[in-house]
């Protein structure tokens, strides 16, 4: 932790309990290419918990999380280009990365083999660890903050700047569009995301879930179909009908179902990350030339890109505000899947202003 700097309020977990309590960070005060952002709301992401409870074997604690970073502009840098005071911004899941690898130079910074997460890890100069956006504000370079349009109110668009480009991006990148038939399992914080967008960008949306408890919400989302996994009839009928399915759960489930769902040549992308392996039968790919791939974020650009479209379209996510003293409960509820359809801290509560 950085000693001298911008002493700013947070909240943190400090063991895989998970339970997050408040913590005093420091901020770097901005360099010549930084902007300080007064954090107004932050989403919470499956992936905060994860971290939280050191279920992915990589948490150091005391872990600050929060990835999902919508604010106001506070003061910038004297060689900051791209903001001003004032100005509506958002940080996603990524702060640095070298700017030079081939994946950088493409825009694509999330694959960046030295990216740094926005929070739980070091920074490039092996020294400080990063915090999330759980806190009063953030210290990051221009290069990884985009502008949140006029058109979209903050805490809508908090949950955008993880949820919705880890949907937008391989929706991009595999085609969906007019003519595609596009499937998204689960109807929760990313799936609904991807239900939104994937019907803006006029493709055929199927939801699937668990139950139809959430098949109203869906269609009013854009999906034109529902299937129930509890229904074998349903899920026998959806066999070989859809070219792309982004599989958003973060639990185990049966790949080899969803597989089976694939046309030929189709793709399952998975964007959830559970914390179990995930058996797939060599069958359920080979005789149909179908595909099991994985995504990530966007880069930098293609979440602006995101943005403007979400803009552009009317997509906000579906969310709960909470104050940051729910956000134990809040991960005990998306544990049970009972939330519609995205948490969001309104972090005044944390300022108390």
């Not at 639990?251 to 030929?264: F, H, I, P, T, V």
């Not at 559970?274 to 791939?293: C, E, G, M, N, Y």
């Not at 552009?312 to 134990?328: R, W």
């Amino acid at each position: 932790m950085l000693k001298t700097g911008i002493k700013t309020k947070a909240y943190a977990a400090f063991s895989t309990e998970g339970d997050t309590k408040p913590l005093e960070i420091v901020r770097r005060e901005p360099g010549p290419t930084d902007v300080l952002i007064d954090i107004k709301f932050c989403g919470i992401c499956h992936s905060d918990i994860h971290m939280a409870k050191g279920e992915w074997g990589q948490t150091v604690y005391p872990v600050v999380p929060g990835h999902e970073i919508a604010g106001i502009v506070n003061s910038v840098g004297d060689k900051v280009t791209k903001f001003k005071v004032g100005d509506h911004v958002g940080v996603g899941c990524m702060v640095d990365s070298c700017g030079e690898c081939e994946a950088c130079a493409e825009g694509e910074e999330q694959y960046c083999s030295k990216m740094v997460l926005t929070y739980g890890v070091l920074e490039r100069d092996g020294k400080t660890m990063t915090y999330g956006g759980y806190s009063e504000r953030v210290t990051v370079d221009e290069r990884f903050v985009v502008r949140i349009p006029d058109e979209l109110p903050l805490d809508k668009a908090a949950p955008l700047l993880c949820a919705g480009i880890t949907t937008y991006s391989p929706l991009i990148h595999w085609g969906a569009g007019p003519g595609k038939k596009v499937a998204v399992v689960g109807v929760g914080g990313l799936g609904h995301m991807g239900i939104k967008l994937a019907a803006a960008l006029g493709a055929d949306v199927t939801s699937i879930s668990r139950s139809d408890s959430k098949k109203a919400d869906a269609q009013k989302m854009g999906a034109t179909n529902h299937i129930a996994t509890s229904d074998k009839a349903a899920c026998e009928a959806a066999a070989e009908q859809f070219d792309l399915i982004i599989n958003t759960v973060s639990s185990a489930a049966d790949m080899n179902l969803y597989l089976g769902m694939l046309k030929r040549d189709g793709v399952m992308v998975l964007v959830g990350a559970p914390p179990d392996t995930l058996p797939v039968h060599p069958f359920a790919l080979i005789p149909r030339r179908k595909s099991l791939a994985g995504s990530t974020i966007g880069g930098i650009r293609e979440t602006q890109e995101m943005l403007d479209f979400c803009a552009k379209h009317n997509i906000g996510s579906d969310i709960e505000l909470i104050t940051i003293d729910q956000v134990n409960k809040a991960y005990e509820r998306i544990e049970k899947s009972d939330v519609r359809y995205r948490f969001v801290i309104d972090m005044s509560s944390l300022s108390g202003k």
